[in-house]
């Protein structure tokens, strides 16, 4: 069992940022392909990216390419979520997850493992 809290959302403005963390426990993540995904209100939760073992490999979904960035630190056992440039439509739970994919996955049904999310509001 992986347990995942995450953690870093709040309230921001327009083209602010925030950097959201996943903690780890249970067991190391370094076995885990991770990914962040995302759902709003009366929306169906979506990918926003996904990192490889290693941490070379990264995938972002097209809405925030270029503003958001993934990133891992096994030693922590940690992953994170850089969002910069943020828009009022990336308001959302936004949900940390692990898979047994060693590249990740772009699919819900890829993780095993979910966090309790945490809420980003940006205002206009």
């Known amino acids: 069992q992986v347990q995942l809290v995450e953690s870093g959302g709040g309230l921001v403005q327009a083209g602010g940022s925030l950097r959201l963390s996943c903690a780890a426990s249970?067991?190391?993540?370094?076995?885990?392909?991770m990914g962040w995904f995302r759902q709003a209100p009366g929306k169906e939760r979506e990918f926003v990216a996904t990192?490889?073992?290693?941490?070379?490999?990264?995938i972002h979904a097209d809405s925030v390419k270029g503003r958001f960035a993934i990133s891992r630190d096994n030693t922590r056992n940690t992953v994170y979520l850089q969002m910069n440039s943020l828009k009022p439509e990336d308001t959302a739970v936004y949900y940390c997850?692990?898979?047994?994919?060693?590249?990740?996955?772009?699919?819900?049904?890829?993780?095993?493992?979910w966090g309790q999310g945490t809420q980003v509001t940006v205002s206009s």
């Open positions: 997850a692990a898979s047994a994919q060693y590249g990740g996955s772009v699919s819900l049904r890829g993780y095993a493992y």
């Open positions: 249970g067991r190391t993540i370094s076995n885990y392909g």
């Open positions: 990192i490889n073992l290693s941490g070379r490999n990264t």
